[in-house]
């Protein structure tokens, strides 16, 4: 409950909120009762506003005894040009342009604005570790003025005695080193460059990120057929005389650099160009002492130079994967998002390769049954909005995705959107028991099709091309490090929330789970008929945790 002083007023807030400037936030308090488990990330917000004529500086305070795992950011706003398609369903905030809350950012020397006649907000996280103490912890944020209290508000947070289990879900979003070399201005694969990909890395692991693509040559992904994206090709090389030679150096360092940051799962670049598999991707090498490009959209996928070059060097790269002891944990990609009019040009290209590839993964974005029903494929990840068919025939080791298309009824997080239809994705995730997810961008700050930069605090949206939040999840610090956002954080909570789900079946069995996820529900979960309400998501996951507690103390 927020105390007013004079002219100030603060507000306690789920994380699920999302403040407007110009629109006082509704109060529940349902929505303040927070648990955690060990090592895990749980977060509210507090909204603040004050009826000054003048712009204030102000001091936040945390008093807490357990100060030392709570972090305090700012909920900072964004231009959004262009929030959402013309066909929409209930499930949105707003649908008109303007300033949305979603960038977190660190508080400087403690101080926040109080913005006269507007309402802000502080993003408050508690971040438990396998130490923490379990009990019931008091929480109060102040503003202060000088030595003066204008306002607070207090909570309470239960730590339980039990570590969040480890994540079983694999999880990407593609990762673009290249937009962060044309960004910072930085030379592709310099040691700023290196520093810079490592920050960027290490935060989406936080966050739950265990896959990374991996640029072993330039992804041929959201690039205009002709055009080109900044080159960041990891294995270089050399045709001397007609024969190709290889060097894995830079490969290795980026494998092992992504394996000190937790990551478990690697997928290779695609070996062909997106929507339909036509043409090479750009492969760049050094011929007969000339660095230029080899092959490109002008190369057909199969059948000529390409072909030849692929059985040179795929040999050798699944030689390097194995030596390096992540063959087994290592995704190919033939060419995302093909449609069922594609399908002989997939198959084709797929066939060019498959005796390489037959003891690896091959995953692909598609969305048309067919292509599993066919055998085309075996390990499809079909969008939110198509997963129907895949469910219904118990397709296994099933992954899902969502881009700008999944925009209708389904679980997505554009910045128009209520983060409840954002966390709810890891419910969906538990109950149909998904292997994987993917998303297209973690950092991709380009217009699209990757016709020129875009800088993502000006331009949220790749230049009005897809509702504005979808091209990326993180925000280029000064320093080289990512900011993160609202939707990033909500999105780990769903993970955690999968993962609380996996430890509660441990302990019980998947049947009591899935009662306390929809017992109290007219019609069952699926994942475009789902709860709405903030209440509903926090409610579950305090039971969870309540069960959880119950069942170890039994033991």
């Given at each position: 409950m927020g105390i007013n002083v004079n002219k100030y007023e603060m507000k306690l807030l789920s994380s699920l909120a999302k403040v407007f400037p110009d629109t006082e936030p509704r109060l529940m308090i349902e929505c303040n009762r927070l648990t955690a488990l060990k090592c895990e990330t749980v977060s509210f917000q507090v909204a603040f506003t004050g009826a000054n004529s003048t712009r204030e500086v102000v001091i936040v305070e945390v008093s807490s005894p357990i100060r030392d795992l709570i972090k305090v950011r700012t909920v900072d706003l964004v231009p959004v040009g262009f929030p959402c398609y013309?066909?929409?369903?209930?499930?949105?905030?707003?649908?008109?342009?303007?300033?949305?809350?979603?960038?977190?950012?660190?508080?400087?020397?403690n101080q926040v604005y109080i913005v006269p006649g507007q309402w802000r907000a502080l993003w408050i996280d508690i971040t438990t570790n396998e130490n923490?103490?379990?009990?019931?912890?008091?929480?109060?944020?102040?503003?202060?003025?000088?030595?003066?209290?204008?306002?607070?508000?207090?909570?309470?947070?239960?730590?339980?005695?039990?570590?969040?289990?480890?994540?079983?879900?694999?999880?990407?979003?593609?990762?673009?080193?290249?937009c962060l070399a044309d960004f910072y201005n930085v030379e592709v694969f310099s040691e700023n460059h290196w520093e810079i990909v490592e920050n960027f890395i290490s935060t989406a692991v936080s966050r739950g990120v265990n896959m990374i693509l991996t640029p072993t040559f330039t992804p041929p992904l959201d690039t205009y057929i002709g055009g080109e994206r900044t080159t960041v090709q990891l294995v270089n090389i050399t045709v001397t005389d007609g024969k190709y030679t290889f060097c894995f150096e830079k490969l290795k360092r980026w494998v092992d650099m992504c394996l000190e940051n937790g990551v478990e799962y690697f997928e290779m670049a695609h070996l062909f160009t997106q929507w339909g598999a036509k043409a090479a991707p750009k492969v760049m090498a050094t011929v007969d002492g000339e660095y230029k490009r080899i092959f490109g959209w002008d190369t057909p996928a199969v059948g000529g130079e390409y072909t030849l070059f692929l059985n040179v060097y795929l040999p050798e790269l699944i030689a390097k994967l194995k030596e390096w002891g992540i063959a087994d944990k290592t995704y190919f990609h033939i060419s995302d998002e093909p449609q069922i009019s594609q399908l002989e040009d997939y198959l084709a290209a797929k066939e060019s390769v498959i005796h390489h590839l037959k003891d690896f993964n091959i995953i692909d974005a598609l969305s048309n049954y067919e292509f599993y029903e066919k055998g085309v494929v075996s390990r499809p990840i079909p969008a939110n909005d198509h997963i129907e068919p895949f469910l219904?025939?118990?397709?296994?080791?099933?992954?899902?995705?969502?881009?700008?298309?999944?925009?209708?009824?389904?679980?997505?997080?554009?910045?128009?959107?209520?983060?409840?239809?954002?966390?709810?994705?890891?419910?969906?995730?538990y109950k149909f028991n998904i292997e994987g997810i993917l998303h297209w961008g973690y950092n991709f700050y380009n217009a699209q099709y990757s016709k020129y930069h875009i800088n993502p605090y000006e331009i949220t949206d790749a230049a009005n091309a897809f509702p504005s939040g979808d091209p990326f999840l993180v925000y280029p610090g000064k320093d080289g490090k990512p900011v993160e956002s609202i939707r990033m954080m909500v999105l780990y909570n769903a993970i955690t929330d999968l993962r609380a789900m996996k430890l509660l079946e441990y302990l019980t069995s998947n049947e009591f789970v899935m009662d306390l996820i929809e017992g109290d529900l007219g019609s069952p979960i699926t994942f475009s008929e789902y709860p709405k309400s903030d209440m509903y998501l926090i409610s579950l996951r305090n039971k969870i945790n309540a069960e959880i507690e119950k069942r170890l103390k039994l033991q």
């Open positions: 013309p066909l929409i369903d209930d499930n949105y905030l707003r649908t008109t342009p303007g300033l949305y809350p979603d960038i977190l950012n660190n508080l400087l020397d923490s103490k379990p009990g019931c912890y008091p929480i109060k944020i102040s503003l202060k003025n000088d030595n003066d209290e204008l306002c607070f508000v207090e909570t309470k947070v239960k730590i339980i005695d039990v570590c969040l289990p480890k994540q079983e879900l694999i999880h990407t979003r593609w990762f673009h080193a290249d219904e025939n118990n397709v296994p080791n099933l992954w899902t995705y969502y881009c700008c298309g999944q925009f209708y009824k389904v679980s997505n997080y554009f910045l128009a959107m209520p983060s409840a239809r954002n966390r709810i994705f890891g419910t969906q995730l």
